[in-house]
C-alpha cells in the first residue's frame, strides 16, 4: 500500500521556521522525484519545492527561494523534508508531499502520481 503521510505542521508566528516531514511507503522512493506543494484557502495548489530522486537539482518556487530547503533520506524508507525559515503569513496552507516518477526535479504537478493528505501551516502576523 502507497502511502505519503506529512508531518510537522502547525501554528507558528511569523519570523519562525518549521520543519516538515514526510514519511514514503510502499514503493522504492528511493528512485522517484518528489516535491512539496501548498494550497491556500481559496487559492490554486501551487509548487514549492522539488527534488531529484538521488537529492540532487533542487528545485523552488520564486517566493519560497531562499527560506526554504528541500531535503531527502533515502537510507531505509524515503523521508522528505522541508525546512521552513522566516515564516510569513501568506506561507499560511496545506502543504502536500509528492512522488513520481522520473529523475529529475520538477514543478509539474502532473508528473507526480501519489499524494499525501497534506499538513496544516499557519503562520499568525
Known amino acids: 500500500q502507497v502511502q505519503l503521510v506529512e508531518s510537522g505542521g502547525g501554528l507558528v508566528q511569523a519570523g519562525g521556521s518549521l520543519v516538515l516531514s514526510c514519511a514514503a511507503s510502499g514503493r522504492t522512493f528511493s528512485l522517484y522525484r518528489m516535491a512539496w506543494f501548498r494550497q491556500a484557502p481559496g487559492k490554486e495548489r501551487e509548487f514549492v519545492a522539488a527534488i531529484s530522486w538521488s537529492g540532487s537539482s533542487p528545485s523552488y518556487a520564486d517566493s519560497v527561494k531562499g527560506r526554504f530547503t528541500i531535503s531527502r533520506d533515502n537510507a531505509k524508507n524515503t523521508t522528505l523534508y522541508l525546512q521552513m525559515n522566516s515564516l510569513k503569513p501568506e506561507d499560511t496552507a496545506v502543504y502536500y508531499c509528492?512522488?513520481?516518477?522520473?529523475?529529475?526535479?520538477?514543478?509539474?504537478?502532473?508528473?507526480?502520481?501519489?499524494w499525501g493528505q497534506g499538513t496544516q501551516v499557519t503562520v499568525s502576523s
Open positions: 509528492a512522488a513520481g516518477r522520473g529523475t529529475y526535479s520538477s514543478s509539474a504537478a502532473r508528473v507526480y502520481d501519489y
